[in-house]
């Protein structure tokens, strides 16, 4: 109930976000356009919508997810013994026994867990819980921000390629009806003159 409570709230920012991205791309096209957006742009905007909201509910994740780091730092503490550096055995089979403890509070930590870099984990292992709690603490917060800045990043490129694509649609459609208006008075111009001219030969 926990994990699925909070993949539905996730779910529910990623609409919220990405109605935000949207509707900031319909008014910067509809500034750049003049208002006058072409129906593609439309269909644009609907693909943003879905993209936007796919990777707003993965930040919102990353966002919860940030939260449970101090949670983990707990978890952690006493399940590593204070133990010397010729335990090193112990000290690993402890460590296995905490990943399997925080997988089995936070089963979504489990891709986050296994980037980890262990290479520098014998050195503080021997200082104990508190110890290993904050250089895994480190560890997952470091990969947290990255993984929310990454969506960051294709929130605001798919930002940048809508409004461009919204902006150039709506040009084209523009122009599209000016070429559109002019032949048409161009043939109301012709078919008066070509009535005038038989009324004059009358």
Not at 79 to 97: G, H, K, R, W
Request: with cysteine; net charge negative.
């Amino acid at each position: 109930m926990f994990v699925l409570g909070n993949l539905l709230a996730c779910i529910f920012w990623g609409i919220v976000i990405a109605l935000g991205v949207t509707a900031i791309v319909f008014v910067l096209g509809a500034v750049f356009t003049g208002g006058r957006l072409s129906p593609l742009a439309y269909a644009v905007l609907l693909v943003l919508f879905v993209l936007a909201a796919v990777q707003g509910t993965l930040l919102s994740g990353g966002l919860y997810t940030k939260g449970y780091v101090d949670d983990v730092e707990e978890i952690i503490t006493p399940l590593i013994p204070d133990l010397s550096e010729t335990n090193l055995q112990a000290v690993a089979a402890s460590y296995d026994e905490v990943q399997n403890a925080i997988i089995d509070e936070y089963p979504m930590l489990l891709p986050l867990l296994s980037q980890i870099d262990l290479s520098q984990l014998s050195s503080y292992l021997p200082q104990g819980g508190g110890a290993v709690a904050t250089y895994v603490g480190n560890q997952l917060r470091a990969l947290v921000t990255d993984y929310v800045l990454r969506r960051v990043y294709w929130l605001l490129g798919f930002m940048l390629l809508a409004t461009l694509a919204v902006v150039l649609l709506g040009r084209r459609h523009d122009r599209a009806d000016s070429v559109s208006g002019y032949d048409s008075s161009t043939w109301a111009y012709d078919g008066e003159s070509t009535s005038y001219g038989s009324a004059d030969d009358y």
